[in-house]
């Protein structure tokens, strides 16, 4: 996955709560899973949040 052309990430949890991440924080987090070897979302899971539902990728 090459990073810088995603867009930003907004994350949805379980209980309902959403977090819109900028497109460098989308980059970031991208970047450091690469790095420790994780997928994406299990990196987003075991250091972001925890009860993650859903990921979306915009690119407004």
């Known amino acids: 996955m090459i990073c810088e ?3 930003y990430m ?3 949890s379980r209980s309902g709560k959403s ?3 900028t497109h460098q ?3 970031d987090l991208c ?3 690469q790095e420790a ?3 994406l979302p299990k990196y987003i ?3 972001f949040m925890k009860d993650l539902k ?3 990728f915009r690119y407004d």
């Open 5 to 7: 052309e995603l867009g």
């Open 25 to 27: 924080e989308t980059v």
């Open 37 to 39: 070897g994780i997928d």
């Open 54 to 56: 859903l990921i979306k």
């Open 10 to 12: 907004v994350l949805y």
């Open 31 to 33: 970047l450091k899973s």
């Open 45 to 47: 899971i075991k250091e």
């Open 19 to 21: 977090v819109s991440l």
